[in-house]
């Protein structure tokens, strides 16, 4: 906020050969620092200066500049600060009230990127790449499946907390995430999940229902496949963990997986070629596509 009339408030992973790995929740750290974490602040921090010296030089608060384009001054003064990443028609609206002559709104491009941490830019440009994607879930419905309400509030649950900003961030980094469902031409996507991630009310029941009633529907098209693993099932090749498998376009395979503060990306052949493995026996151990879909809609009408 301003502090008067025209004035405003101013105020790491390791890598080895063939794996990254980066911390998966941001829990080792006490908040998001633009300047740390990865280049994305620089961007962020650039675009806030550009956005404060059109805004004075067109001789607006921030509090007039936020009632123009339907922001608040709190949000307005955390944009400028660096501190919260603008939303693209943040960018078209400050623009226009600006007349800064595309000159902000050219910087979507760059903002688009920048909005998401490095480790989840590093998984959506492989996701971006692939013709095949396979993902066994182990203790939530996974991220591509999410719908926006079950992982806000799953981004709630993580401890220590997130931030509200933070939160925001790594919300909109995942649903940007399922764009992968609307690719032209449209990759192959298969995924198994733990019957107990279908009965935990993530949010509250009514968020789990919808949330089953959106894997019904993905799970009805024609390039997606939903298995489910039975929780009674003896034999089981997924007690290790949760995990990915991507192939690309370029034939190379990439595996994911992840664990409590970390996860590792591996383009060693030999370490993918392990989960290649683990996830085509997971597959053939949980329920058919078909009986699977018939299994969720059994769990939703006892919901």
């Keep these: 906020m301003d502090g008067d009339v025209h004035g405003d408030k101013d105020g ?22 633009p300047g740390l974490e ?15 010296l059109w805004r004075e030089a067109a001789g607006l608060t921030q509090a007039e500049l936020g009632a123009a384009i339907g922001y608040g001054e709190d ?12 939303r693209p028609e943040f960018l078209t609206s400050a623009d226009r009230v600006l007349g800064a002559d ?3 709104a050219a910087m979507k491009g760059d903002v688009a990127e920048a909005r998401y941490p490095k480790k989840v830019r590093d998984l959506a440009r492989i996701e971006a790449e692939s013709v095949e994607l396979g993902a ?19 981004f709630r649950m993580r401890r220590p907390a997130y931030s509200e900003d933070d939160l925001e961030r790594y919300l909109a980094a995942r649903m940007a995430r399922q764009e992968i469902f609307g690719r032209t031409p449209p990759p192959t996507l298969t995924f198994v999940q733990e019957e107990v991630t279908l009965r935990r009310p993530v949010g509250g029941r009514p968020v789990l229902r919808r949330q089953l009633e959106h894997l019904l529907h993905v799970g009805k098209l ?22 990915q498998v991507l192939k690309l376009r370029d034939g190379a395979t990439v595996g994911y997986a992840a664990a409590q503060l970390t996860t590792h990306l591996m383009s060693d052949p030999k370490e993918a070629q392990v989960l ?12 058919s596509p078909r009986e699977s879909l018939a299994f969720i809609e059994k769990v939703l009408g006892e919901t």
């Design 12 to 33: 790491g992973g390791a890598e080895t050969a063939g794996r990254r790995d980066y911390t998966t929740d941001g829990a080792d750290r006490s908040g998001w620092d």
């Design 75 to 86: 949000l307005v003064s955390s944009v400028e600060r660096g501190r919260r990443v603008p």
């Design 38 to 52: 990865d280049d994305s602040g620089a961007v962020v921090k650039t675009v806030g200066r550009q956005i404060k």
């Design 276 to 287: 290649e493995l683990r996830y085509g026996i997971i597959r053939s151990q949980a329920l």
């Design 222 to 243: 024609r390039h997606v496949e939903i298995q489910v693993m039975p929780t009674d099932r003896e034999d089981h090749a997924g007690m290790g963990g949760e995990l």
């Design 102 to 104: 595309g000159k902000l």
């Design 136 to 154: 066994y879930g182990n203790h939530n419905v996974h991220g591509l499946l999410q719908t926006e309400e079950y992982a806000r509030a799953l």
